[in-house]
């Protein structure tokens, strides 16, 4: 009984160590171990950067946004606006082609 007892301990034993090595080895080089750091930390400023970006793309946005409030529209806004889609122009303006 007890060589048996001695025996299922260290298979236990030996079952803890494989896996506390599994855990320290994906600790190490597993998709968020120690040796990746630098690669998440180089694909942290890149989206940073994209944040940044989107950001100043949101502003411009926004300020487009405000310059065409229904109570107060911005006439020049407006006026680019007209003239770009609905290829609109005043009477005395001439329109000059350009061929590519």
Do not use: P
């Given at each position: 009984m007890n060589m048996t007892a001695s025996k299922k301990e260290k298979r236990i034993q030996l079952f803890a160590l494989l896996f506390l090595l599994g855990l320290a080895t994906l600790a190490l080089v597993g998709p968020y171990g120690l040796l990746s750091w630098s690669e998440q930390s180089a694909a942290l400023e890149v989206r940073n950067a994209q944040i940044a970006q989107?950001?100043?793309?949101g502003a411009v946005l926004a300020n487009r946004v405000d310059l065409l409030d229904l109570d107060n529209v911005d006439p020049?806004?407006?006026?680019e606006l007209v003239r770009r889609d609905l290829n609109v122009a005043h009477r005395d303006e001439y329109v000059i082609i350009l061929e590519d």
């Open positions: 989107l950001e100043e793309e020049d806004l407006s006026s």
